[in-house]
């Protein structure tokens, strides 16, 4: 079971994760130690509450029970709710639908770990007692065949947001990466009124310029970007213009920061400090209210040894044959400095450091997604 086929963010091949990275644990060289996070930043994020809008738990080709190492790596995270994208970037229905049912054996086997999230009080539900809440999500429209009716369907198996399409063009919408360019189709505008009647959060990240104006001009409740970077730091189709960020901003929605190398440009490794700027860049653009994060990638660190590399270049030459990759895919998936599973504990170091108040920081690694949630889920 693979959180995303072909993705980047599972080609890391991490020791533990078919839903993540898989393969041998990341080496230290590439985390940040702990020790570098300040007491006040380790108290705020313990308190806080914790959402990764792009994200993945250990998991190993659907075998259970998980090995008490990996359900003691996602407590000591300290994460408390992730987006999870199901579906990979081209899957069937049939197979969508058993990597739902494959989902909730986890739920099933490790109750005490994992809970889904379908309702707004269910994020604070999931921090109250100690287990990691998941949203059911959806990348690609694969799944839905083309049919408008399939999403109320996937709606109540629990998928709370969804995206109109990948990188290429959809029945419905027109992706990054799409040469012919197009929007919204009439078919995509029907998808939009239906996911607002239902309470489907319509995700923007890997749309491309003119459906995201089309959404986001249509689309009765604030749509999200869950995992994007700025463009007016560094130029990239993935990334989102001032303009695109505004719009959403004036709509009520919240962007979340990525940890891809498209924060940078090839063939150099981002860094914390890239990742910042791309931070800084978001909430002087649109202010603490609209800024979150999406690591789109997986809580187990990324796997810098040969073999996890050597799965990482396998799973990238896929894409390519693909036809769905973007420009500057020549890198591994994360960010020097963030290669741990307390990444946004250290986000919020840096945030406190560059003189932001705690409240800032706290609407930033997760009370701003939380919120616009609760709106949209709210039918």
């Not at 009647?197 to 001009?217: E, K, M, W």
């Not at 250290?346 to 706290?362: F, K, N, T």
């Amino acid at each position: 079971m693979n959180r995303r086929e072909f993705s980047l963010a599972a080609a890391a091949a991490a020791a533990v994760a078919a839903l993540g990275p898989r393969g041998a644990r990341a080496q230290p060289s590439a985390a940040a130690p702990p020790s570098e996070v300040a007491p006040r930043a380790r108290k705020l994020y313990h308190d806080a509450l914790i959402l990764d809008c792009n994200s993945s738990p250990p998991w190993e080709d659907g075998k259970l029970p998980l090995p008490q190492a990996d359900l003691d790596l996602v407590r000591s995270s300290g994460i408390n709710v992730i987006k999870l994208s199901l579906g990979g970037i081209n899957s069937d229905f049939e197979h969508t639908v058993a990597e739902i049912g494959e989902l909730q054996r986890l739920f099933e086997v490790h109750p005490d770990y994992f809970t889904q999230v379908r309702l707004a009080d269910d994020m604070a539900r999931a921090k109250r007692e100690g287990r990691l809440g998941i949203i059911l999500s959806f990348e690609s429209v694969d799944m839905l065949q083309g049919r408008v009716d399939s999403l109320e369907l996937f709606r109540n198996f629990g998928v709370r947001v969804m995206q109109l399409s990948y990188n290429r063009k959809s029945p419905f919408a027109a992706g990054v990466m799409e040469p012919e360019g197009g929007g919204l189709t009439e078919l995509g505008r029907q998808a939009v009124a239906e996911m607002n009647r239902l309470g489907i959060a319509v995700d923007l990240s890997h749309a491309n310029p003119q459906t995201t104006t089309d959404a986001l001009a249509l689309s009765a409740k604030s749509p999200v970007m869950t995992h994007a970077g700025c463009a007016a730091i560094h130029a990239h189709p993935r990334n989102k213009t001032d303009e695109q960020l505004r719009a959403l901003a004036a709509r009520g929605g919240v962007v979340g920061i990525y940890d891809l190398p498209y924060l940078t440009a090839s063939p150099r490794q981002p860094t914390l400090e890239d990742y910042m700027e791309h931070m800084e860049h978001a909430l002087k653009v649109v202010g603490e209210e609209h800024v979150g994060i999406g690591s789109d990638v997986g809580i187990t660190p990324f796997d810098t040894s040969a073999k996890g590399m050597a799965e990482f270049a396998k799973q990238l030459e896929e894409r390519r044959t693909a036809g769905l990759s973007a420009p500057e895919e020549d890198r591994p998936t994360y960010v020097e400095g963030m290669n741990t599973p307390l990444r946004i504990e250290i986000i919020c170091d840096q945030l406190l450091r560059r003189g932001y108040p705690a409240g800032v920081a706290e609407k930033v690694m997760g009370a701003n997604f939380a919120r616009v949630f609760a709106d949209i889920w709210n039918v």
